[in-house]
């Protein structure tokens, strides 16, 4: 088996997971790791990809802002404002209470 040298931190941790029955061997929880590293990075290279395709299909019905100069800018920051508000409102009327929250934090912040 091939070896691999690690840190003396890597290896307390390794030790403890192991005297504390999480793996019965450190090869055991070694492999583990890496076959749940590798799962979290397929994962993430999954995201990534349906939310470019997300952003791919939208870009192909038109759903998109061009934004070419400060007026543009303006304009998306208050519409994204007024959906805000629209948004904090029904958040309000389900009963949330962290909307009268965000909306003066919000304010301040103008």
């Not at 870009?59 to 303006?74: L, N, Q």
């Amino acid at each position: 088996m091939p070896r691999i040298q690690i840190s003396d931190g890597v290896k307390d941790i390794i030790d403890h997971h192991v005297t504390e029955g999480a793996a019965a061997s450190e090869t055991d929880f070694v492999e583990a790791a890496v076959r749940r590293y590798a799962e979290y990075l397929e994962d993430d290279e999954n995201a990534l990809i349906t939310a470019a395709e997300k952003g791919i299909a939208a870009i192909e019905r038109g759903d998109y802002v061009t934004i070419s100069g400060p007026d543009d800018v303006a304009a998306l920051r208050d519409r994204v404002w007024e959906r805000a508000m629209v948004l904090a409102e029904e958040m309000r009327a389900a009963g949330t209470d962290l909307c009268d929250e965000v909306r003066t934090e919000a304010q301040a912040g103008e």
